[in-house]
């Protein structure tokens, strides 16, 4: 009788040991085909495949991205040093990798100096960042002290990336050094920008060491100038009053 439960036990022990064996070489396969996946994808060409043909492919591929919840797609560390969702942003893949990345659990709040979003906006990926957000990415999460909203200022983002970040309840006064109606004035942009980020609430009398409009008069943006006072920006000079004033309350 004891003989055989040493049998038994030994036979559930080698089991144990080849399921633990297996999951390792499970996982080491996986992180084999996110990056084999995340190099090769722009060579499978399917635009030219049979609907039918190019269907099997990604399932096959996202087959493998789940199996068995592979949470590993976040602790790879690529030679760039970021996660594969990073490497996949940079690179010029695919919008399926960043879908099927995403499908298997990838953080989209992960922080490897910038996060995806914020590389995104910086690669003017506007389906990756429509992606990202709806997958939970946060907008108003801070990299080298920006939003996501003072990225898309800085890169001279479309007005697409804009009404993006605006739907998604953004900080439109977000201060870091500046808020982004400040930064959006230094980077000169647009007015039809300078527009949408009043619209949305931005506070046009907002003061680090200049106002917007100190800077928009700094920078000749006449057409800003104008909309800005239109908008309820005060000169220079009421600016010092107002600023007497909450002082002596």
């Known amino acids: 009788m004891r003989l055989l439960q040493e049998i038994e036990n030994e036979q559930s022990q080698s089991q144990e040991k080849g399921l633990e064996e297996e999951r ?13 996946f995340l190099t090769g994808f722009e060579s499978i060409p399917f635009d030219k495949l049979a609907p039918r043909q190019a269907y099997d492919q990604l399932a096959k591929i996202k087959d493998g991205l789940l199996k068995n919840n592979n949470t590993f797609v976040n602790k790879i560390i690529t030679e760039t040093g970021g ?8 690179s ?11 499908a298997a659990k990838s953080d989209v709040n992960a922080e490897n100096k ?7 906006i910086r690669y003017c990926k506007i389906n990756t960042i429509q992606i990202l957000i709806a997958a939970g990415a946060k907008v108003n999460y801070r990299a080298d002290e920006l939003t996501s909203l003072h990225c898309a200022i800085k890169y001279h983002s479309p007005k697409e990336v804009f009404l993006l970040l605006l739907s998604s309840n953004v900080d439109v006064n977000a201060e870091t050094k500046k808020t982004p109606l400040h930064l959006a004035c230094i ?5 039809e920008i300078i527009r949408l980020l009043v619209c949305a609430g931005a506070n046009v009398n907002a003061q680090t060491r200049l106002t917007p409009l100190q800077i928009a008069k ?3 943006m006449l057409d800003v100038v104008s909309f800005l006072k239109k908008a309820g ?4 000079e009421s600016i010092e009053e107002v600023s007497q004033k909450e002082n002596k309350k």
């Open 233 to 236: 920006a005060v000169d220079e």
């Open 187 to 191: 980077e000169k942009l647009d007015i």
């Open 218 to 220: 700094k920078n000749k």
């Open 83 to 90: 996660t594969p969702l990073h490497y996949a942003i940079k």
């Open 92 to 102: 010029n893949v695919n919008i399926e990798t960043i879908k099927l990345l995403i």
């Open 24 to 36: 390792e070489k499970e996982i080491e396969d996986g992180k084999k085909l996110i990056l084999n």
């Open 114 to 120: 910038w996060y995806p979003l914020h590389l995104a």
